[in-house]
């Protein structure tokens, strides 16, 4: 190994090391479970179920942070996936939506199941059980206003 690959390995080792020390926040804020999807919306158990397997990591107060959520650069990822999921929509303040939100946010999540957008690629190649079957998809879609 020449001079240059080790010094430019031994600057990238370094790099890895101190990014260490700048860890994303990874929070998960209290909510009140009578504002949840579950409460306000009172899905059929099995739908409620697969939400739990499938959605809630990313767009709720209740992730669980995996092991790699606290290794850089891994861990910004995860945490910029969970900060944008719970700005587009939040199943723990689902009571904060309006009616009409409420109804185009149901009908996207049909729409992205459907298209396979959603849970993101990422999300299932860590988390095997979050993967739809065409019946999960079916039955996330009951709740869209637009299959109705």
């Not at 430019?8 to 999807?37: H, M, Y």
């Not at 009571?95 to 996207?108: D, F, I």
């Not at 999300?123 to 739809?132: E, G, N, T």
């Amino acid at each position: 190994m020449g001079e240059k690959t080790r010094i430019a390995l031994g600057v990238v080792a370094a790099a890895a090391v101190v990014i260490q020390f700048f860890p994303p926040e990874r929070t998960n804020p209290p909510s009140d479970p009578a504002a949840s999807f579950e409460a306000v919306v009172k899905p059929p158990p099995r739908v409620a179920a697969i939400i739990a397997r499938s959605c809630q990591d990313c767009h709720s107060n209740r992730t669980v942070w995996p092991w790699y959520s606290r290794v850089a650069p891994a861990s910004w990822l995860v945490a910029d996936d969970v900060i944008e999921a719970r700005r587009k929509f939040n199943f723990s303040a689902w009571s904060r939506l309006s009616p009409e939100r409420a109804q185009e946010v149901l009908g996207n999540m049909c729409d992205e199941v459907k298209a396979g957008d959603m849970p993101l690629w990422q999300y299932r190649l860590m988390h095997w059980s979050a993967r739809l079957s065409a019946d999960d998809v079916k039955a996330v879609c009951t709740l869209s206003p637009r299959v109705q």
